[in-house]
Structure formats: C-alpha cells, structure tokens
C-alpha cells in the first residue's frame, strides 16, 4: 500500500514540476501553449526537431530549464516504475492485488481530472507566476497583456516567399505602419537577427519577419501576392485604416 501512495505522490509532484516549468517558459516569452509541449516533452525525453526547438535551445534560461526537466524526469520515471513494480509484487493475494489495481486506478483518474481543470490550471498558473517572480531571477512580463493580445490585435511570424506581396522590397517601399502593422523584428536566413528594423530595411525571400497588428489585417498580409492585385489590397488596407482610426478618434 505504501509503495501505491508513493507512485501517487511521485506523479503529483511530476504534473507540479512540468506546471512550473511551463509557467517559467511562458514567463520568457513562450505561448503557452508551446512551452506545455516543451515541458512535458522535456520531462519525458520525448525526441523531437522543430523551428520551435531551436528557438528554445538558443535561449540560456530556456535551454536550462529544459535541461532541469530533462534530468527530474528520468529520476521520477524510473522511481515511478520502481514503486508500481514493488507495489503489485507485493501483493499476497488476488483480492489484495485487485484492491491495488483499484486503488491506483481511482488515484490516477482524480489526478487526471484535476490536471484538465481550467480552475486548478488557473490557480496554480497564478501561485508559480507570483512564486518565481518572488524567489526567482526570470525576466518575468506579462507581454500578452502588454500588447492586448487578448483581443483583435496579435503577434505573428511571416515567412516571406518569393512570390509575396513584402518580398524584396524595403520597409519604407511597404508603408506598413499606414496599414496599422509594425515590424517587431526580422530574422535572417542566415539565423541573424534584426530588432527593431530601419525604414531601409530590405525584406528578402525565406526571411521570417515579426509583425504585430490586427489579426486580419495580418492575414490578409499573409496571403497578399505581389503584383497590381497585392499592391491594390494594400490601398484598401490603408483605407481601412485610416477610416478605423477616424471611428476611434470620434469615440474619445
């Protein structure tokens, strides 16, 4: 019986290592729904190569706490499978090896459950956020609710083909800011980076560049072609800008 407790509470303080570090990864910018999936990939060694790996890996806090997670989880999996041998290899008898069966099923199914709770999940989130903000060096800030990412404007990341509407040409050339969109930052083929890119700014094809506005003026950008047709959708976008910002100017 004491080894099936023990499993218990090797798996809640697991779901709690995987929270806090998930919280940690969106505290450096992460969505949060990447940094669960970093998490708990990270936790269970799971293999995997994606752009999003890579962004983690050249981060310094996010590679070490990848790292941390990698090495908590090998300990807990192993100790897990050592106190789910022990437990059913002590068992004298089939009742008691049943009554063990439920048991353990009866105390995963309530630790499943609370895991899935938007209420836990919500509470928790809060505590660790307040948690390492206190004990912790993170660089923590709210950036959604900074940017009102909550809403209709939102932050995306373009990958610039060679028959898009921005390929090879400058940023002063798109007029962007006249559409309500401002360029966040650039990232080279070359893996460079450009923050807070200039007017002369070229654009040039397999850039992936960083740009914050409303989320269909975003898509529209998304799947403008150059040529007349992407350059009149930019001339409506204006418009539409323009004709936005007069509503809000009358309304305050």
Do not use: C
Request: glycine share 6%; hydrophobic share 45%; no cysteine.
């Amino acid at each position: 019986m004491f080894a099936i407790v023990s499993l218990i509470v090797i798996v809640v303080v697991s779901i709690i290592v995987v929270r806090v570090a998930t919280v940690a990864l969106s505290l450096t910018g992460l969505s949060n729904q990447l940094a669960r999936f970093q998490a708990r990939s990270a936790f269970t060694s799971t293999g995997f190569t994606s752009s999003e790996t890579e962004k983690v890996m050249r981060h310094p806090v996010r590679r070490k706490i990848i790292m941390t997670l990698m090495i908590l989880g090998n300990a807990g999996i192993v100790t897990a499978i050592s106190s789910l041998i022990v437990s059913f290899v002590g068992a004298e008898s089939s009742g008691g090896l049943w009554l063990r069966i439920a048991l353990l099923a009866a105390g995963l199914s309530s630790l499943w459950l609370l895991s899935y709770s938007d209420w836990v999940d919500r509470r928790m989130s809060e505590f660790i956020q307040r948690a390492l903000q206190r004990w912790t060096d993170l660089e923590i800030r709210d950036y959604a609710g900074l940017l009102h990412l909550t809403g209709e404007y939102i932050v995306v990341e373009l990958n610039v083909n060679a028959n898009d509407w921005l390929a090879e040409s400058s940023l002063n050339e798109l007029k962007l800011n006249d559409e309500g969109v401002l360029v966040l930052g650039i990232e080279k083929e070359d893996a460079s980076y450009i923050g807070a890119p200039r007017g002369d700014t070229r654009l040039e094809v397999n850039d992936r560049v960083l740009l914050y506005g409303k989320a269909s003026v975003l898509k529209n950008l998304d799947e403008r072609r150059r040529g007349a047709a992407g350059n009149w959708e930019h001339h409506k976008a204006v418009d539409d800008q323009k004709r936005s910002e007069e509503k809000e100017a009358v309304v305050s």
